[in-house]
């Protein structure tokens, strides 16, 4: 199976700072890799599929990039509602793994 | 608006079975992968299982693998999750999730609000 990796694991910022997230693959995957929001409670929701291409209704403020085995989510400018957990998704391959996780926090 | 709802979880013994099962509207089910996903408390998200849009090709996690069958009756606009042999590892949030397909692989687009299944004496 597909490892994925991401990093940090938890994360404090301030409102109004730019933010990453990245996502590391055992093996290359191309450009198939999905990131998702999660707030407590909640669904996942998806926010970015193919690497970079972002979801219909997603703030332009998430961005993703990245091929192969390394991606990033950046935040361009923290808004309250973005302190959520967030992963990424490979979808190379079965299993279409996840990574851990990333909590992102209120500094 | 995507609607998926899903029922039938609860307290199980291990060893035991339950069928989890997800009632879709809002779109044509019979064109879209289906997937379910599951987070056990506390922790990340886990990909279980898929099935094409004709229940011709499913797959499943290594760990589900011989205990659990995913299905659909697209009559029914319903995707199911039968889970046998259970054990406390399974023990999780299941969500339903509807699969959508871009020039780069599979994304989960919609999910509905999931359904907790408990594995405990």
């Known amino acids: 199976d597909i490892q994925m990796t991401q990093s940090p694991s938890s994360l404090s910022a301030s409102i109004g700072d730019r933010v990453t997230i990245t996502c590391r693959a055992s093996?290359?995957?191309?450009?198939?890799l999905n990131w998702y929001q999660q707030k407590t409670g909640k669904a996942p929701k998806l926010l970015i599929y193919?690497?970079?291409t972002l979801q219909s209704g997603v703030p332009p403020r998430f961005g993703g990039s990245g091929s192969d085995r390394d991606f990033t989510l950046t935040i361009s400018s923290l808004q309250p509602e973005d302190f959520a957990l967030y992963f990424c998704?490979?979808?190379?391959?079965?299993?279409?793994?996840f990574g851990q996780g990333t909590t992102l926090e209120i500094k | 608006e995507v609607q998926l709802v899903e029922s039938g979880g609860g307290l199980v013994q291990p060893g035991g079975s339950l069928r989890l099962s997800c009632a879709a509207s809002?779109?044509?089910?019979?064109?879209?992968?289906m997937s379910w996903v599951r987070q056990a408390p506390g922790k990340g998200l886990e990909w279980v299982a898929n099935?094409?849009?004709?229940?011709?090709?499913?797959y499943y996690v290594d760990s589900v693998t011989g205990r659990f069958t995913i299905s659909r009756d697209n009559a029914m606009n319903s995707l199911y999750l039968q889970m046998s042999s259970l054990r406390a590892e399974d023990t999780a949030i299941y969500y339903c999730?509807?699969?959508?397909?871009?020039?780069?692989?599979?994304?989960?687009?919609?999910w509905g609000q999931g359904t907790l299944v408990t594995v405990s004496s």
């Open positions: 999730a509807r699969g959508s397909r871009g020039y780069h692989g599979d994304y989960l687009e919609d």
């Open positions: 809002g779109f044509t089910f019979n064109y879209y992968w």
């Open positions: 099935i094409k849009q004709d229940g011709s090709e499913r």
């Open positions: 093996q290359t995957i191309g450009r198939y």
């Open positions: 193919g690497a970079s």
């Open positions: 998704q490979q979808s190379y391959t079965s299993p279409f793994t």
